[in-house]
Nanobody, 124 residues
Framework: QVQLVESGGGSVQAGGSLRLSCGAS?????MGWFRQAPGKEREGVAR????????YYADSVKGRFTISQDNAKKMVSLQMSSLTPEDTAMYYC????????????????????WGQGTQVTVSS
């Protein structure tokens, strides 16, 4: 069982930055950040393998977002910069303990555990 608690959402103007954090209990193998805008499907933004620290990003955020982890604090963060109104969404932290999966690492089906979500609003 993995429990996740997100924090750090808020409102910011375009071009600004925000940092999201996700505290995890248990020992997830992989953790990811997803977002869902009103009327749209939930999409994967970034993921990290907690053992190796290997990261992967969606093209839409590459170069602007950075996912990182603090193993001592059992936290994964998402540093977001150069934000645009298109980044406005509810952001979710996700985790899974399985090493192998037939799903892509940015697919929602890859993850069994989800946080409650934190809102990010970017104004123009």
């Amino acid at each position: 069982q993995v429990q996740l608690v997100e924090s750090g959402g808020g409102s910011v103007q375009a071009g600004g930055s925000l940092r999201l954090s996700c505290g995890a209990s248990g020992s997830p193998y992989i953790m990811g950040w997803f977002r869902q805008a009103p009327g749209k499907e939930r999409e994967g933004v970034a993921r990290i393998y907690t053992g190796s620290g290997n990261t992967y990003y969606a093209d839409s955020v590459k170069g602007r977002f950075t996912i990182s982890q603090d193993n001592a604090k059992k936290m994964v963060s998402l540093q977001m910069s150069s934000l645009t109104p298109e980044d406005t969404a509810m952001y979710y932290c996700a985790a899974d303990r399985n090493v192998f999966s037939r799903y892509s690492t940015l697919a929602t089906a890859r993850y069994a555990y989800w946080g409650q979500g934190t809102q990010v609003t970017v104004s123009s």
